[in-house]
């Protein structure tokens, strides 16, 4: 999976903050999203399957809406 992502194209989250506590996921990848610290470009990354990113995402926006 390392060599698989050292040409992945990363992009930080739209909700990343400006002081540097950004994550960035990786597009394109088949079934995986990888997750990485965008302060740590060669530092270690998670991989969620798509599925549980999905539920993860949708978990999120669930809460932000009910918070509102």
Same mark, same amino acid.
């Given at each position: 999976? /390392?060599?698989?992502? @050292? /040409? %992945? !194209?990363w992009r930080k989250s739209?909700? @990343? @903050? %400006?002081?540097? /506590?950004? !994550?960035?996921? *990786?597009?394109? /990848? @088949?079934? !995986? ?16 399957? %798509?599925? *549980? ?10 809460? %932000?809406? *009910?918070? !509102?």
């Amino acid at each position: 999976m /390392q060599d698989s992502l @050292s /040409q %992945a !194209v990363w992009r930080k989250s739209s909700y @990343s @903050s %400006a002081n540097g /506590q950004c !994550v960035e996921i *990786a597009n394109g /990848q @088949s079934d !995986v999203i990888p997750v990485r610290d965008s302060k740590s470009l060669t530092g270690p990354h998670l991989v969620f399957g %798509a599925d *549980a990113w999905d539920s993860f995402l949708t978990s999120l926006k669930n809460d %932000a809406s *009910a918070t !509102v």
